[in-house]
Structure formats: structure tokens, C-alpha cells
């Protein structure tokens, strides 16, 4: 509330980009969150993709990348016209869609994200695409009328540009910024502050040049340069005094004290502490898109957050699942040695989700390597699905056992089409969002790693799942269904006991894992001061030793030094966010 008894007006930063996509509009918007809540602001966050697609779930991974679920599962549309609200009018960009467009996100940025009652204090929205893009003119239209909506002081704009070093001259070139701002402001659209990227820091003329073309205050000028990891981007903005900035735009100058810095310690603590680690974990992921590693950020990032809570440098290897196949032997046999020599190299597999046919027994190749020699496993979605199907083949002797989704008509389905789904309709048919998986084994590794709790909320995104009528067999022959759902038909996590780490889940964990706090079941942490680690801890042979240890302060792990499977190798330097990877030179 104000001082006039009123509610509070929320203040909205925009981060928008130029030139080119893949800048980081996504690590700056994160960062500037960072350091407003560093500066005691309470922070929620909007991203805008502009495409027209109503269900993210049906695009390639290779054409949009990773589809991020979060906990509702939903994807906002435009639904006035058919409810008749326009009363026949004709329904036109401006003003029909740029209206709902500012208030779907006026209605979005009061709900709060950080379990505190009433609104954040700051919106960060992250525009997706570049401005100029034909797709994007409606969002753009719509966030110039914003600015005006919301008023002056409470609306600031960051557009994250590229400033080019031409290898011939050596020179840092403005042009490219220059005429991405002169198309924003074409648009109605005026920045606060210019978020550059380069490889170097701005030389000084150059901040100056860009301050006299582009009509921002030399001081608003922030280099965004290469970094060790992307950790160290929200003490860089802090540095440059971007928060001065952002709090001078939105009205709230003397919010900080001017005594003190934004309190990012621990920010600066984790990111110095990544650079420094050499001991790797090599985790070989068998999946489908291997050759974007978009397709699997998360997975990634929660990897990465596991592997440094545990004072390892994690090194993916991607397997393109295919490529382990018999087919791939015979028809290209050296792709096939060198994807099997990873995977054998690796200290734990993991199998992520995915659609379609194409590589599935490639999966299943995996999960099987990974069980009959006991290396750390971890199934995700499809790949807790392939697992049982490897298990009903291997240890059933059900030669056929397959996903009605790959062979309909399989004689032994050991994973079905979901019974409330549509075979017709694929848009907006999946099981998407935040379900409760209560356990059903208290003294198993997953029950244990979520802190010996009864259930769990996990995001969902799929449209098969185990059979149960296969349920019984399967655990007489050793798996342990040990999460279902709160009918007792849904499978939710598998296991083998008798295995060190073998856990599949339907749900995607790798969702919530965030810097500093692992997902349960990529580390594992919990409520009972636990500090349990699960698939990388069983990669580096310290399960065991850490399932019954207290809580380990971050940067404090007990020093590891035993390897599951493999010796500790030289690699090379590692990339901007401390993931080194091999296989078709692809980077994280």
C-alpha cells in the first residue's frame, strides 16, 4: 500500500533484443532479477514467444527448442472473439489484440511467485524474437501502448543488443546497435538502457558513440562480455551499475541504500567457485535431439546445478540414440563405435523425454547397458518408459513388450495411451503441469532423496504411461513402482532395488532445479536437512555416503575422489556457463 492508503503500482522492466537472436535476453532478464531482489524488490517474471501456436507441445524441439512446463501446464490465447464479447465488431490487431495482450499481462504480473501474499514489486517480461520481426509487431505494438498504460516511473526498457568485433580491424562496431534502437524507437519504443553484447568489455569511445546515436546516457550503456559461466552475469549488471539505472527509470532511486551494494554474495560465491572446479563426471544423455542442446537446457542447467553442489565439472557427453542402434553398425559403423565409446565412458546415462519412434531402441540400448553393468540411470518421462520396456524384454522374456505409441499392436504393452486422451487431436491433449506422486516404498532412494516426505508435486507433459495391468509382473521380477498418482493407476517413479541408481520418473524434475538448489533427483535435497545426492553423487560413487550425511553448507562438499566407471581425463576449456560436451561438436 502507499502513503494515500492506495495499492501500489506495479513497476514493469522490459528486456527486448536486436541484430540477432540467441544474445541471452533470457540470462539478462534472469540476471536483472537477480539483482533487483539483491536490492530487496519482491520479482516476478513474463516470457513472450511471438508464435502463433497455441500448444508449444506440438512444435520440433529443433524449431523451438525445449518446451519449459511450468506448474499450471497452460499456454494463454486470445478466446473474447468466440465468447462474443467483441459483439460482432471486426476483430483487428489494434486494438482487439494488443488490448489482450496488455491485460493478460497486467493480470499475470499481480499473481505472486515467491509463496508471499499480494504482488511482487517488479515485473521482468522478456520479449522473445528480435525487433523487426513481422511475428513479433502485435507484442511490440502492444508494449508501446504498455509504457504509456502504466505510465512514466514505472515502466523501464533494457534492449540487449550486439556490438561486432570484424576480425580484420579489430574494431567494436556500433552499426548493428545503431539501427536495431533506431527500429525500436520507430516502434514506440525508447530504452532506458543499452545491454550490450560483446566479447570485450566497451571501450570508452564506443559507449560514447552509442550514447550520442542512440540517445541513452552513456552510464545506461552496459557491456554484456564474455564470461567464464553465465553465474557471473548478475554481479557484471551489478558492477555497471545497472540497478542504479532500473531503479532511477521506474521512480524508486532511493529504494537501496546508497551505503551498501546489492547483497549477491552468493551469487559471486557460486559463480568463483564453478570456475575453480576440474574434478569431471562425464554423463553421457541418449536422446533424440542431441544435435541442439536446447532441446535438453534444463536438463542441462539441473545437471550442472547438481554437479557443482558436489564439487565436480560436469562434462556431457550426447549420444544421438540412434546411433547405438544395429542399423547405425551396419549402415555408418564408425558413428556407431564412437557413440557406444561414450556411453561406455560415461559414469552415469541419463535418458531424457521425447516423441516418435526414431531412436527408441537406441533408449532402450541404454537402459540396459546402464542396468546390467550397475552405472547410474536415470529415466525421464520416455526414458522411465523405455525402461520398464527394456525390463519386460530382458527379465520377463517378453521379446514383443513395447509402447502402444510405437507398435499399436503389441501383444505385451507395457506402456499405453493415456485412457482419457484424444488419438486425433494431439494439441492440447497431454497430461501437462504441476501432480501430486505420493510414495509408496518409504525406504526407497527416491522417497528418501525428496526428504522421507509422503508425496510430491512434480510438472508433468506427457500422453502415455505404464500400464498398469503389467504392474504386478513386473514388480514380482524386481522393479519397485515406488510414486503413483492418487488413484494407484498412474505410475510415477520406478526402481531397482538391487541396482545402485536406477530411478525412472514420468514427471520432469529437472523443471524446478535451480542454482543452489538441485532437483531431488539430480542431487537431491530436502526438508529433513538432508543433503542427499542421487544421479551425479552415484556417478561419483558417494550415494551411500551422503544418504545418511547432514546437511553439507553449498561449496563445503565432502571432498569426492572415487570414479564409478572410468578415470579422470584433461578436457579442454570449458564454454560461457561451465559445461563441456562432446559428440557432433555440439556445446552446451
Known sequence: MNKGGGMKKMKYVLVTGGVVSGLGKGVTASSIGVLLKACGLRVTSIKIDPYLNTDAGTMSPFEHGEVYVLDDGGEAVIDKERRGDYLGKTVQVVPHITDAIQEWIERVALIPVDGQPGPADVCVIELGGTIGDIESMPFTEALGQFSYRVGAGNFCLIHVSLVPVISAVGEQKTKPTQHSVRGLRSLGLTPNILAC?????????????????????????????????????PSLLRDQKAHEGILGALNLPGFVNVAREPNLKEWTSRAEFCDKLLEPVRIAVVGKYTGLSDSYLSL???????????????????????????????????????????????????????????GVEGKILAAKYARENRIPFLGICLGMQIAVIEFARSILGLQDANSTEFDPDTKSPCVVFMPEGSKTHLG??????????????????????????????????????VNPDMVSSLEDAGLSFTGKDETGQRMEIVELPSHPYY?????HPEFKSRPG?????????????????????????????????????YGMAKKISLYQNGNATKFAKIPADGIYSNCNGVHA
Open 300 to 358: 542441462l542447467k539441473a545437471l550442472l546445478h547438481a554437479s557443482v553442489s558436489l564439487r565436480k565439472k560436469l562434462v556431457v557427453d550426447w549420444v544421438p540414440a540412434s546411433d547405438i542402434e544395429d542399423e547405425t553398425a551396419r549402415e555408418n559403423p564408425d558413428a556407431y563405435k564412437a557413440a557406444w565409446k561414450l556411453l561406455k565412458g560415461a559414469d552415469g546415462v541419463l535418458v531424457p523425454g521425447g516423441f516418435g519412434d526414431r
Open 517 to 553: 538448489k538441485p532437483s531431488a533427483l539430480f542431487l537431491g535435497s530436502s526438508l529433513t536437512l538432508l543433503h542427499i545426492a542421487s544421479l551425479i553423487a552415484a556417478a561419483c560413487g558417494q550415494l551411500d555416503p551422503l544418504l545418511h550425511a547432514h546437511k553439507i553448507p
Open 428 to 465: 492440447g491433449t497431454m497430461r501437462l503441469g504441476s501432480r501430486r506422486t505420493y510414495f509408496q516404498v518409504m525406504d526407497s532412494k527416491s522417497a528418501k532423496l525428496y526428504g522421507n516426505r509422503g508425496f510430491v508435486d512434480e510438472r508433468h507433459r506427457h500422453r502415455y504411461e
Open 503 to 507: 530411478i525412472g520418473t514420468q514427471f
Open 197 to 233: 553484447r560483446s566479447t570485450s568489455a566497451l571501450e570508452e569511445n564506443v559507449k560514447q558513440k552509442l550514447s550520442q546515436f542512440c540517445h541513452v546516457p552513456a552510464e545506461n550503456i552496459i557491456t554484456l562480455y564474455d564470461v567464464p559461466n553465465i553465474w557471473h552475469l
